[in-house]
């Protein structure tokens, strides 16, 4: 479990915005509602799977959406966002990554963290 994870996970959030990771079902067991983001569907079909065999609680927690990050919306606001540093060499412009940091800013609660 990445550190950015385990700082999540222990503290009460609420609303977690997980942008390019996983399942998210590390959060939900914790409590959260958790929302991940992906835009590849080979990456998100292994996070369904694992939420499938997570359990019915853990799975109502967790929703996984296909979107380019740099541009996603998900009509919905959070209180926290976790973007892992690798998602960044993904972006190769910095360009891309302004635009990404722009699409998870406007997910983003007033006074929320990211």
Known sequence: MGVHVWLAVNR?????????RG?????ARAGHHVVGVDPSPHMLAP??????TAGPEVAA????VQGDLRYFELSELFDLAIVAVKTFAYL???R???????AVAAHL??????
């Open 61 to 64: 927690r967790a929703r996984l």
């Open 23 to 27: 399942s998210g079902r590390i959060l």
């Open 47 to 52: 996070g369904c799977e694992k939420l499938a």
């Open 92 to 94: 190769i412009t910095r």
């Open 109 to 114: 609660k007033p006074g929320a963290c990211s």
């Open 96 to 102: 891309d990554q302004q635009r990404a940091l722009a």
């Open 12 to 20: 009460a959030w609420g609303r977690v915005a997980e942008v390019r």
